[in-house]
């Protein structure tokens, strides 16, 4: 199946065109037992917010699992995330190769 192309960047099958906002996926469903509730959320939020360009992060947990976005200022910090960031291991939380970090289908809404 051909994978379409904005701007010369390939995006693959199943993925969305660059913008500032980052979807994170592989996050853990429930803190490791012993740790507090928030440990998840900490983590992202501490790696993420020293990022060049980082704006904020909206995190939620639910039943059926956590989701988190991040903004940054623009499209040039966001893809510097992702280059940097995508599989790291979140202090040992994200199993099975770590968070993966994509282009977020939509923008955070302000």
């Known amino acids: 199946m ?28 429930s803190p490791p037992l012993g740790c507090t509730p928030g440990v998840i959320e900490d983590c992202l939020r501490e ?7 980082y704006e904020k992060l ?4 639910k039943r059926t699992g956590s989701m988190c976005y991040v903004e940054f200022k623009d499209v040039s910090s ?16 994200a199993k099975d190769g770590g968070i993966h970090l994509s282009y977020s289908k939509n923008p955070l809404h302000r």
Request: glycine share 10%; hydrophobic share 35%; charged share 15%.
């Open 58 to 61: 909206l995190f939620r947990q």
């Open 2 to 29: 051909p994978t379409s192309t904005l701007s010369g960047v390939d995006l693959g099958a199943d993925r969305s065109p660059p913008i500032n906002t980052l979807y994170v996926g592989n996050i853990p469903m």
């Open 47 to 53: 790696l993420f917010q020293t990022r060049p360009g």
């Open 78 to 93: 966001a893809t510097k995330a992702i280059d940097e960031l995508d599989g790291n291991a979140l202090n040992g939380l």
